[in-house]
């Protein structure tokens, strides 16, 4: 008998039979092989040694190079970053594990830099990022936050070439192995800006109201659905429910009524048939818990899976699942420093500190260089 049951019972998600309930969501590290932006086999081996989850997602993968804002981030829009990804699934499954893709569109929270041709990003609206950070490239391995400049802001006929990048990458994922893909619309990125009336002040059918603020992400989950069928799609959203520095800083956009404008997103992913649903919450020291009033209504108005990821040990996840507010709970910094997370929490064995030093960018130190608990037992024994 494992410790946390809850969070070892039988799933099924997209036609996949989990091995636990646990998952590695989508944590940025910055190793994408250059030039290109190519998933490497350093990374395939980091993703293998946490294929003991029930779920893998991967770390946010730009769908188009516009839609970058970080330098060394991984895309999946070109033919070499196919053959990156597949070596990472490859290596995933070898170990019988399920892997999705997330597909990520910064928007404005870009940089000249990271731009083709130096042009400016692009977002719903011509506002410029506040309290955020893009990354650039400074020199080999070398690198420094930029503010995002004030971004251009997109036609009508760019939004739908965008929604069609995002189905040329679910294409793309799907033939580089994975089991699905899950949509970054969290977190101030280019869906959450369309989303937000802070980022979107547009005239048109894409703004105002709040059902013309969801069309964008309405019409990406209809057509990366119908690629990818939608029960193994998955949507990422960060409701926050307080508006101080520290929220704005590290998520970019709080909305003035964030429980009707998320209840209104998820009733959209429920009328789609939508596989699952991811909910990041804040995860720094002191950060805002959901009100339980949302959780109740989130179950309530979906009926796919429901994943919460942010600041959770075992027993706050295994109490959420058998509460009936959750089906999946995934573990960030927690999952990075311990490979093997789910034997550790089944067998209660301690784990290993996370180094933030090595968050991101460098090679396999702080990557894949942290033990596992049975090796780190035989080699005190040696």
Do not use: C
Request: aromatic share 8%; proline share 7%.
């Amino acid at each position: 008998m494992s410790n946390h049951p809850a969070l070892f019972a039988p799933l099924y998600l997209g036609g996949n039979q989990l091995k636990n309930r646990i998952v590695l969501p989508p944590l940025t590290r910055q190793r994408a092989g250059q030039p290109g932006d190519v998933a490497t086999d350093l990374m395939a081996q980091y993703y293998r040694q946490r294929a003991g989850a029930g779920l893998i997602i991967t770390e946010g993968t730009q769908i188009d190079a516009r839609g970058k804002g970080y330098a060394w981030t991984p895309g999946i829009h070109t033919a070499s970053q196919i053959v990156g990804w597949r070596k990472v699934t490859e290596a995933v499954h070898a170990e019988g594990g399920v892997i999705y893709a997330q597909l990520w569109h910064v928007g404005r929270v870009s940089h000249h830099d990271l731009q083709p041709g130096g042009s400016a990003p692009v977002a719903p609206s011509a506002i410029q990022a506040r309290n955020v950070k893009a990354f650039i490239e400074t020199g080999p391995g070398a690198g420094k936050l930029v503010e995002p400049p004030v971004p251009r802001a997109l036609s009508v006929a760019e939004i739908g070439e965008i929604v069609g990048l995002y189905v040329q990458a679910a294409r793309n994922a799907l033939k580089a192995g994975f089991d699905g893909v899950e949509i970054h619309a969290a977190n101030g990125y280019l869906v959450n800006q369309f989303i937000s009336a802070h980022a979107n002040h547009r005239t048109d059918e894409y703004g105002g109201s709040l059902s013309n603020r969801l069309r964008f992400l309405d019409e990406i989950v209809q057509a990366v659905g119908a690629v990818v069928g939608p029960e193994q799609l998955g949507v990422r959203f960060t409701p926050l429910f307080s508006s101080t520095d520290e929220d704005r800083v590290y998520i970019g956009l709080v909305e003035d009524d964030p429980h009707t404008t998320y209840l209104e997103a998820i009733a959209l992913l429920e009328r789609a048939g939508v596989g699952y649903l991811s909910i990041a919450e804040a995860d720094w020291e002191n950060a805002p818990d959901l009100p339980p009033t949302f959780r109740r209504a989130v179950r309530e108005a979906f009926s796919g899976k429901i994943l919460y990821a942010g600041r959770y040990t075992a027993e706050k996840g295994a109490r959420l699942i058998n509460a009936g507010l959750a089906d999946l709970i995934a573990f960030g910094r927690p999952f990075i420093a311990n490979p093997d997370l789910p034997q550790r929490i089944a067998n209660g064995w301690p784990l290993n500190a996370l180094d933030p030093s090595t968050l991101y960018g460098g090679a396999e130190v702080g990557l894949t260089d942290y033990p596992t608990y049975l090796s780190s037992i035989e080699g005190e024994a040696a």
